[in-house]
């Protein structure tokens, strides 16, 4: 008798998972203890799945669909079962109508032949998932070419994430036979990246065999043939987008690309010499520069239509880095009800501790660096607002790890101090400088961005004197830091001159309250207004 398989519970947040890939097909005989039959994308990982039932896998949803838990992801019976049964009685929650599912069952064609690939000598390398957030990856460079040999733990290419460009090393030993898509180029976890083998293995088969188990593979770089499909690697050149040029494409040499670059030329005003129309170094280094539009004469048309200026305007690729900060961003902003508290600190005391301090530390000590320890004090005592939202619970951290927003060429990253209450201030300065030259590098690695039980955001350097920050999940508050302003301020019945720091902490209202949030403010500003408080 057939058996439904339902969407898994995979982890006390998930509400739905994606079927990243399916590891057995329509048709395969699974059984009990040899049975992983899917990678399903959570919204903690992704995580190789294990069915305890035997039979023939009748039925799946496609590849990518996205469906709630307990929702219908497959069925098991036996070779030739009607099945229909179970989809029209089904009262689990799919991702289509039944009815169009019941439609497409109908529809189902037999099986097509697939080339036998298992006798040739190579193997597809994948795009790895680099980050809990990797949707895709970016080919930042290739460090080996085709027809180059590769050996195992060899550096292979660098790949852009949505958090930093990271190396990535071959798992494999042999040939380059093939590459997915020179630098620039998107390419999807799980899609083809490579193929690695001996120089004669038969790879394009190989590419044909993959494409067939239901893998996307971006069409920039495969060309199919309606006639004979054949598979065509990309030559090896580097192509820019452009408005100028036939179809929408430009052809330029690396080397071109990159003195241009650097000498600041827009690339859509060049004309190529080289090869059909390929822009080469001797187009560079002949550049003239176009003289700018000049008014229009009064015999060429009336004072009425003179044209002054000229439009203009460039349009620039969203890197991953990006899309993940929209996506991220915008998610907690209209989904977490955001509210505010204002506070002016006196920042004369901290001032001159910070003076004293930096006479004798072994790391100069930062404003900022006083800000991230008085607030993880504060927050050891006040853990109500180091907390998380999770839907059908709070999670209260007991552990401080305060988030430090750093400005990169990118967007913005958010690398991690860990255990900052039990931090000295050198050993916070120390370590903030060292994550911050990482993050603009682009050397962080997963370990350095995750974990995060509040955040810090900090304009003062740039004179922004105060403003509100959007909250970094999964926290429930972050902090933005002022500049120090000297200002006039009352004391003792008297006008004088202090120095004033303003902060504001955006809070998640289903997490924390106004009273929680203004009491853990108040204990922030005791700390930098007494410093001495820090130190003990």
Not at 25 to 31: A, C, E, L
Not at 151 to 162: A, G, H, Q, R, V
Not at 197 to 204: F, L, Q, V
Not at 238 to 250: D, K
Request: hydrophobic content about 40%; proline content about 5%; glycine content about 6%.
């Amino acid at each position: 008798m057939a058996t439904k398989i339902l969407m898994p519970k995979m982890s006390d947040t998930m509400t739905e998972g994606v079927i990243a890939s399916w590891l057995k097909k329509i048709g395969d005989t699974i059984k009990p203890g040899d049975c992983i039959i899917a990678e399903i994308e959570t919204d903690k990982a992704t995580m190789e799945y294990e069915e305890n039932v035997s039979g023939v896998i009748l039925y799946q949803v496609p590849e990518k669909s996205t469906i709630v838990v307990d929702g219908l992801i497959a069925i098991v019976g036996k070779a030739g079962e009607d099945f229909s049964a179970l989809l029209s009685n089904s009262n689990t929650p799919i991702s289509t109508p039944i009815s169009v599912v019941k439609e497409e069952i109908k529809e189902i064609p037999a099986p097509i032949p697939i080339a036998n690939s298992s006798n040739i000598k190579a193997k597809i390398i994948q795009m790895p998932k680099m980050s809990d957030t990797m949707v895709e990856g970016v080919i930042a460079a290739w460090h080996k070419k085709v027809g180059d040999s590769v050996k195992n733990n060899e550096l292979l290419l660098e790949i852009e994430t949505d958090k930093a460009t990271m190396e990535f090393e071959s798992y494999e030993k042999g040939t380059l036979l093939y590459i997915a898509g020179e630098k620039g180029s998107s390419v999807k976890v799980d899609d083809l990246l490579c193929v690695i083998g001996e120089p004669d293995a038969d790879y394009k088969t190989l590419i044909e065999v993959f494409k067939s188990g239901n893998k996307t593979t971006p069409q920039s770089t495969l060309t199919t043939e309606n006639t004979n499909t054949q598979i065509t690697p990309t030559p090896n050149k580097v192509e820019v987008s452009t408005s100028s040029q036939e179809n929408g494409r430009m052809k330029i040499s690396p080397l071109a690309k990159k003195l241009a670059e650097e000498k600041g030329i827009n690339l859509k005003t060049l004309q190529g010499s080289g090869e059909g129309g390929r822009v080469i170094k001797r187009d560079i280094d002949n550049y003239v520069p176009s003289p700018a539009p000049t008014q229009q004469t009064t015999s060429q048309a009336s004072s009425s239509s003179v044209q002054i200026g000229q439009e203009n305007f460039e349009e620039i690729p969203v890197s991953q880095m990006r899309k993940t900060i929209a996506k991220r961003l915008a998610e907690s902003k209209f989904t977490a009800p955001h509210f505010y508290l204002t506070m002016e600190i006196r920042m004369d005391n901290a001032m001159a501790a910070r003076e004293q301090m930096n006479a004798i530390a072994t790391s100069k000590i930062s404003f900022n660096d006083m800000v991230v320890k008085a607030t993880a004090m504060a927050l050891k005592q006040h853990p109500a607002v180091n907390s998380s939202w999770l839907g059908d619970k709070i999670r209260i951290n007991h552990h401080v790890h305060i988030g430090v927003a750093v400005a990169v060429e990118d967007g913005l990253l958010v690398p991690v101090i860990r255990f900052a209450d039990q931090k000295s201030l050198s050993q916070i300065s120390a370590e903030t400088k060292d994550l911050a030259g990482k993050a603009k590098t682009k050397k962080l690695q997963p370990a350095d961005w995750a974990g995060n039980t509040f955040s810090i955001s900090n304009l003062g350097m740039f004179g922004i004197d105060e403003f509100t920050a959007i909250i970094n999940p999964p926290d429930a508050c972050i902090m933005a830091i002022g500049a120090i302003k000297q200002t006039a301020v009352v004391e003792n019945g008297q006008l004088v001159i202090g120095n004033i720091m303003k902060v504001t902490l955006s809070c998640d209202h289903r997490v924390v309250d106004g009273a929680s949030g203004a009491a853990f403010l108040k204990t922030f500003k005791d700390l930098l207004e007494a410093p001495v408080r820090m130190l003990v």
